[in-house]
């Protein structure tokens, strides 16, 4: 009996020790970093990487690389007789609100948009029944943020819904405050029902955005697909990373025919929110056949103005590279747009396509690598915020045409109540309203627009019709396009327009200066913002964590 207790004894010792020698080995959990107030990142980020410097432009032009035509063109161009603001509001009188995402659809790529692929051609027939709005632009490359900017029609530094690290994300994530006038809340109050339809969470409350819908259906299992193979960053010219296999991404449609009856008993505002085009670039292979081993159209590759500034913390998006990363973005786009045909197909068999005010457009775009950026965070340029805006009254009755004048996404709120005859508060609302050029009162809503982006080395895009300067924090790194002669953006010439990058970064300063948390540090090294001022936050799920890890925006 004893001999039996001691190697009992013995051997719990054994297994004492094991567990001691596996236990030490783990690290203990990482403590939350003190929380970011105004706009600064924590030194240590950039610690290991060297300054940003500037880069020459190209030494000749592209025979493709040419000037945009259409300098002389009307701010906006009507097929049909331009109507009065009495007649739009006859329009949508009793309609539904259905207001459609297709997450990073990029306008160059969409077909209405002068793309020579047929990547949308349910977008393009629509098209034909719509306002389509040429020059039409987000405020962040940021589903959370650009979506925030939608409900709220505030830019990211008055909402608080800024997302330049990935602290940001990882312990805690803005929110919206809940005292904010919203387009779900301002919808609510004229007697519509609002529903949330979303296959990206960071389209979600989860995220901060859409607390005010009074239902909200986020697919969970979108992001359940293996990203082990999308990281570390892509060699530049050298081949594409091997492509592995991924489970499917989840379909959004089956969810929104499942309420689509219930829903359409009474008035109601719909925000349905698509995945595709956004990666994984994973779209069946009948719509990777269509694009598969081509060369892509108009695709080039070049260098932003500075070194590094393409950096990001998450690592490489890209499972691709050249024009075959282009062709399974254009699979993934004609995939989104068929999802938006199948939505479409049953609205109209619901009967409620006709009566409702369609509106279709993206959260922000995608770089493909033309000034070296990857995904979308933190592009500056045309091809992460220039989005499509298509505004389609009920039964296609209302105007039908294009507008070339700048707009943006904090537009559509004021746009929206000032078609159904809904008081907002002025004061609180940023956006601009688009009926004046609808109604041929106005040539323009906006002088400029204003973006900002995230990452490591954030950077704001003051966008004129005729140039944008890339602001970049920290006030010493900027850039200046002339966007009739260089609409690709590969010419840096600051130097040489002086008078122009004055003018914007003077806009800038005073945009700044409106905003509740003033990004004044992009053009001013010494400002630091108040303290006590920080944006109001709530905490991320483990879960939410591992979606987010999965969509590329943690590591």
Not at 397 to 415: M, S
Not at 473 to 478: E, T, V
Request: glycine fraction near 8%.
């Amino acid at each position: 009996m004893k001999k039996r207790l001691f190697w009992v004894a013995a051997l719990l010792v054994v297994l004492g020790s094991l567990e001691l020698a596996v236990y030490s080995r783990i690290k203990p959990p990482q403590k939350a970093p003190p929380r970011m107030t105004g706009t600064h990142i924590p030194e240590e980020m950039l610690k290991d990487q060297p300054a940003p410097m500037p880069l020459p432009p190209p030494a000749t032009r592209p025979p493709d690389d040419q000037p945009r035509p259409g300098r002389e063109r009307k701010p906006a161009e009507l097929t049909t007789p331009t109507p009065t603001v009495e007649q739009l509001q006859a329009a949508v009188k009793g309609a539904n609100v259905i207001i459609v995402v297709l997450d990073a659809m990029r306008a160059d790529h969409v077909g209405c948009y002068g793309y020579p692929r047929d990547t949308t051609p349910n977008i393009d027939r629509l098209a034909r029944e719509s306002v389509v709005f040429e020059e039409h632009f987000c405020q962040f490359p940021h589903t959370t943020s650009s979506t925030a900017s939608l409900f709220t029609s505030q830019y990211p530094d008055t909402n608080g819904m800024v997302f330049d690290s990935q602290d940001d994300l990882r312990y805690g994530t803005a929110v919206v405050d809940p005292a904010a006038f919203t387009m779900e809340k301002g919808l609510q109050g004229a007697g519509l029902a609002t529903h949330l339809f979303t296959a990206n969470l960071c389209a979600s409350p989860a995220l901060g955005v859409g607390s005010d819908f009074q239902e909200v259906k986020a697919l969970r299992k979108s992001w359940r697909y293996q990203v082990g193979a999308i990281r570390g960053r892509r060699s530049r010219g050298g081949p594409g990373l091997a492509e592995v296999p991924m489970r499917p991404i989840g379909d959004l449609l089956p969810t929104v025919a499942a309420r689509l009856k219930p829903m359409c008993a009474s008035r109601f505002f719909a925000y349905v929110h698509f995945l595709p085009p956004h990666i994984p670039y994973q779209a069946p292979k009948a719509y990777v056949d269509l694009f598969r081993d081509q060369h892509a159209p108009g695709y080039w590759q070049g260098e932003a103005a500075f070194s590094q500034v393409w950096l990001r913390t998450s690592g490489s998006a890209a499972t691709f590279t050249g024009d075959e990363w282009v062709n399974r973005y254009d699979a993934n786009l004609r995939w989104g747009d068929d999802r938006l045909g199948k939505l479409l197909e049953m609205l109209e068999a619901a009967g409620v396509l006709d009566k409702s005010l369609l509106i279709v457009t993206a959260d922000h775009g995608e770089g493909l690598g033309e000034h070296r950026y990857e995904f979308h965070m933190t592009c500056p340029y045309d091809e992460a915020i220039h989005i499509p805006l298509l505004i389609r009254f009920p039964g296609g009755k209302g105007p039908v045409g294009r507008v070339t004048a700048l707009t943006q996404t904090i537009d559509l709120l004021p746009t929206i109540m000032d078609l159904f005859q809904i008081p907002y508060p002025k004061d609180q609302v940023q956006g601009r309203s688009l009926l004046p050029l609808l109604t041929g009162e106005s040539q323009r809503v906006n002088d400029y627009v204003f973006a900002r982006t995230g990452g490591v080395y954030p950077c704001y895009v003051v966008r004129s019709k005729d140039w944008s300067l890339l602001l970049y924090r920290g006030g010493k790194l900027r850039a200046l396009y002339d966007l009739w002669d260089d609409p690709r953006q590969r010419y840096n010439v600051i130097a040489k327009r002086p008078e122009a990058a004055a003018a914007a970064a003077q806009a800038f300063e005073a945009f700044a200066k409106a905003q509740r948390w003033p990004p004044l540090d992009f053009v001013d090294p010494k400002y630091q913002p108040p303290a006590g001022r920080e944006r109001p936050t709530q905490e991320v799920s483990e879960e939410t964590r591992r979606q987010l890890r999965a969509l590329g925006y943690l590591k």
